[in-house]
């Protein structure tokens, strides 16, 4: 059965540092979304790719944030510098259309900033 | 932004018993889907409801949809303790993003 693929399932890293995630969607599939999850909370939209476009990074903290989807397959979120609220779980999801149908999550990276 | 605010926060039954939890959103909506979380992993969808359906069944998941109300239920039938899990509903609009409510955590005792 297909899934979405995330790495590293978890990160530890110390603040002002780099961290980046990889998402690799269901093949086939042209939109993929990044959620950040706080511990207790539902998860909220960080960016939205149709293909390799961006269609919606409102929710994106864009001075340390930054996503990109090359060639509109795989994905990777990066955090430059981490900071102590950084602390969730990120959780890739892909669907073959947007809003209309179920989307399909990756197991997630819980990233903890020290 | 979350546009949907499950309740209850937290639901504790024993094996057998049903468990009701229900949803409200703000806006209207395409469709509206749950999904489950077991702890530390990712989301699974478990049903989807669109704006003209009222009721929909799967196994032992029954789920309504009132758009009048702007509200949706899903009941568990039978509960067992592998349900024990944190459960989301999520909103749907064409050509955008999901939005989840902060979830209901279920805890099923045997």
């Known amino acids: 059965e297909a899934e979405v693929a995330q790495s590293p399932r978890y990160k530890i890293t110390e603040k002002s540092q780099a961290v980046a995630f990889w998402c690799d969607p269901i093949?086939?599939?042209?939109?993929l979304y990044w959620y950040r999850q706080i511990l207790g909370q539902g998860p909220e939209l960080l960016v939205q790719f149709q293909d390799e476009s961006v269609v919606d990074d409102s929710q994106l903290p864009k001075d340390r944030f930054s996503a990109e989807r090359l060639k509109g397959v795989d994905s990777t979120l990066k955090i430059q510098p981490a900071e102590l609220g950084d602390s969730a779980m990120y959780l890739c999801?892909?669907?073959?259309?947007?809003?209309?149908?179920?989307?399909?999550f990756g197991q997630g990276t819980r990233l903890t900033v020290v | 932004s979350q546009q949907g605010e499950e309740d209850p926060q937290a639901l504790s039954i024993q094996e057998g018993e049903n468990a009701t939890m229900n949803c409200s959103y703000k806006t209207s909506i395409n469709n509206l889907q749950w999904y489950r979380q077991n702890s530390g992993r990712g989301l699974v969808h478990l049903i989807l409801i669109r704006s003209n359906e009222r009721e929909k069944h799967s196994g032992r998941l029954r789920v309504t949809l009132d758009t009048s109300k702007k509200s949706s239920s899903l009941l568990i039938t039978a509960s067992r303790a592998a349900d024990t899990a944190s459960y989301f509903c999520?909103?749907?609009?064409?050509?955008?993003?999901?939005?989840f409510g902060k979830g209901t955590t279920l805890s099923v005792s045997s």
């Open positions: 999520a909103t749907g609009q064409a050509g955008t993003a999901l939005i």
């Open positions: 999801a892909s669907s073959s259309d947007r809003g209309d149908t179920e989307a399909f």
């Open positions: 093949s086939g599939h042209a939109t």
